[in-house]
């Protein structure tokens, strides 16, 4: 049976005593870069828990903007309701509701209530559906299917709103992108500054180990090993402190509104997600800023 050496048998002890060691040396700016790493990773969730929000809130205003589909007058009721299966099958709809002409007159009627609408003929209404679309963005498309359709003659949507809410929820994806962005770059930029310390008091005996055939994996583990740990500890202190901060601002919001105008997503819908991205993020950040404050500290 092979026996590993102990050089290699060591190495991983090696590797996290050296790293570990790095963070204490230069406490400081250990201290600044899990902080740093904390600042960003609050502030990237926050916008994430935002963005979350406002798209369910998106989502429930474009239940609400439905598409109006009038029958033609000179169809039955039968012969109305016998067109829902092909509404159905337009592309873009998701649920369909029949209204009567009578149906249409009594809610119109109660609608303006007082001002003696009551006398009106039901004869003057349509029969029509309701249409609920799955995505409002191409509700104008949605429209021109829907008056395809043999027997629908009018087909009423508020495009203009339905271009609002649109450009609002494709306006808070793209400000969550640049904002997720910067963030990470400036925690790479604060990592890789924390590494570049220690690469350089150490620089010396980096090139001596060069010298003498260290590999150059060898040498970088430690430092790798550096910023994965200042990463991690920032990710995981991070996710804490969003999951607080959030648990209190989401009663604070549910306290003032009795949660009927505006309501607040639990965070533990998203915490599996949140907390695999703060991970995820921070030993990208960690490893990623090592490897780029190392990489001149290589070459003999």
């Known amino acids: 049976m092979s026996r590993k050496k102990p050089g290699q048998r060591n190495n991983l002890g090696y590797y996290i005593k050296e790293g570990v060691s790095s963070i204490f040396t230069h406490g400081f700016m250990s201290f600044a870069s899990v902080v740093i790493i904390i600042a960003c990773l609050v502030i990237m969730g926050s916008f994430f828990l935002v963005a979350i929000n406002v798209n369910d809130m998106v989502e429930e205003a474009e239940?609400?903007?439905?598409?109006?589909?009038?029958?033609?007058?000179?169809?039955s009721e039968e012969?109305?309701?016998?067109?829902?299966?092909?509404?159905?099958?337009?592309?873009?709809?998701?649920?369909?509701?029949?209204?009567?002409?009578d149906e249409a007159h009594q809610a119109f009627v109660e609608r303006h209530e007082g001002a003696e609408l009551e006398d009106i003929d039901s004869e003057v209404f349509r029969h029509r559906f309701v249409v609920d679309l799955d995505d409002i963005a191409y509700m104008q498309d949605t429209q021109s299917r829907?008056?395809?359709?043999?027997?629908?003659?009018?087909?009423?949507?508020?495009?203009?709103?339905?271009?609002?809410?649109?450009?609002?929820?494709?306006?808070?994806?793209?400000?969550f992108i640049v904002i997720v962005g910067v963030l990470f770059v400036i925690s790479v930029f604060i990592i890789s500054?924390?590494?570049?310390?220690?690469?350089?008091?150490?620089?010396?005996?980096?090139?001596?180990?060069?010298?003498?055939?260290?590999?150059?994996?060898?040498?970088?583990?430690?430092?790798?090993?550096?910023?994965?740990?200042?990463?991690?500890?920032?990710?995981?202190?991070?996710?804490?402190?969003?999951?607080?901060?959030?648990?209190?601002?989401?009663?604070?919001?549910m306290g003032l509104t009795?949660?009927?105008?505006?309501?607040?997503?639990?965070?533990?819908?998203?915490?599996?997600?949140?907390?695999?991205?703060?991970?995820?993020?921070?030993?990208?950040?960690?490893?990623?800023?090592?490897?780029?404050?190392?990489?001149?500290?290589?070459?003999?």
């Open 258 to 300: 009795g949660g009927q105008l505006l309501s607040v997503a639990s965070f533990g819908e998203v915490a599996d997600f949140m907390i695999a991205i703060f991970m995820g993020t921070g030993f990208v950040v960690g490893t990623l800023g090592s490897a780029i404050a190392i990489r001149n500290y290589l070459k003999v």
């Open 79 to 101: 012969e109305a309701r016998a067109l829902e299966s092909q509404v159905l099958a337009t592309e873009n709809v998701y649920g369909a509701t029949f209204v009567t002409r």
């Open 193 to 253: 500054n924390t590494i570049k310390l220690a690469t350089f008091d150490r620089r010396e005996e980096i090139a001596i180990m060069r010298m003498v055939g260290a590999t150059n994996w060898f040498i970088r583990w430690p430092f790798l090993f550096q910023g994965f740990i200042l990463g991690l500890t920032g990710a995981a202190i991070a996710f804490a402190i969003q999951w607080g901060l959030y648990g209190t601002m989401a009663n604070q919001i």
């Open 146 to 175: 829907l008056l395809t359709i043999p027997g629908i003659v009018v087909v009423d949507g508020d495009t203009h709103v339905a271009r609002i809410f649109v450009a609002i929820r494709n306006m808070v994806a793209v400000v």
């Open 63 to 75: 239940r609400r903007n439905q598409v109006l589909a009038f029958v033609d007058e000179t169809l």
